[in-house]
């Protein structure tokens, strides 16, 4: 089958994946409510990357399984578990102090960086709508931001830590799609997020014997439909797009996390859609649309000027 036929498929399982992570992240919000983030989000990957890679290894569901080189180890560690470990820090601690909504809304500027990252200015209208897409992405961030900066809110940093959560995002999809090229997507996401959860492993012993954590059915029924739906299925749609697609197209899927994530919190945990958070909403999707949209063809245009 060729890949143009898969696109549909390809698409459909984005779509899927959205719509678990709007779930997730309402998940992970109330979780670290009472859980530690580290611990949170340490643990969740550990488990994660071992279910997925058992499947893998023992199963032909989602393909064929073929051993890994030191060398490919070796970097799976440095570019896939690190990085990822990186953005699961900044992204449990951004839940914490921020509402999920703005966090989500910050993980959905990840295309437009991705975009930058792909091309250096240049004097042509594809340069001309990388940089456009950003500056407007941007804008939508200021909005987000501004009513903090005014009023001085204690919700700064998780503010800083959901854009944070954004760049480490970018790089993560980056570095999966160059691990990819000679090892199976899949295995590229089971390796790292047991990778990344065995990195934060000191972190989350330490947050779970210092701060303790409330072992009760309800927390780890949470934690377990947020490893499975949260991390196993969607991760498994995600690396298999990004083998497929460039990252900034598959990056733009990120645009409907905050949707999916607003009307999740919105309707399980009843955090309110402010106008703010609308209006920011507004100038990210114009971003990321503008950075898709091929403008010099669109208007008849030379490609250079």
Known sequence: ???????????????????LWGGN?????????SWPPIF???????????????VLRFTNLLGEFK???????RN???RGGLSLAAYVVAFCWAFRLAPASHVALYLGTSPVWALVWEEKPGRNWASVRRYGAAILALSGIIVLFWPVLKTGSSNALGELLGLSASFFWANFNHQSRQLARNINGLEVAANAMWMAGAS?????????????????????????LCILFGSVVPYAFWNTALRHWQTSRVLLFNNLIPLTTTLWVHYTLGEPITQTFCMAMA???????????????????????
């Open 1 to 19: 089958m060729s890949e143009h036929k898969n696109n549909p498929a390809i698409a459909g399982g984005l779509l899927l994946t959205v719509i």
């Open 25 to 33: 992240n309402a998940g992970t919000k109330w979780l670290v409510s």
């Open 40 to 54: 949170t989000g340490g643990t969740r990957f550990l488990f994660a990357g071992f279910i997925l890679l058992a």
């Open 67 to 73: 051993p890994l080189s030191f060398i490919e180890y």
């Open 76 to 78: 799976l560690w440095l």
């Open 200 to 224: 934060l492993l000191p972190f989350v012993l330490f947050d779970a014997f210092t701060r303790g954590i409330q072992a009760d059915t309800k927390h780890f029924g949470v934690q377990s």
């Open 283 to 305: 100038l990210v999707i114009g971003g990321v649309i503008i950075g898709q949209v091929d403008l010099a063809k669109f208007f008849n245009l030379p490609e250079c000027f």
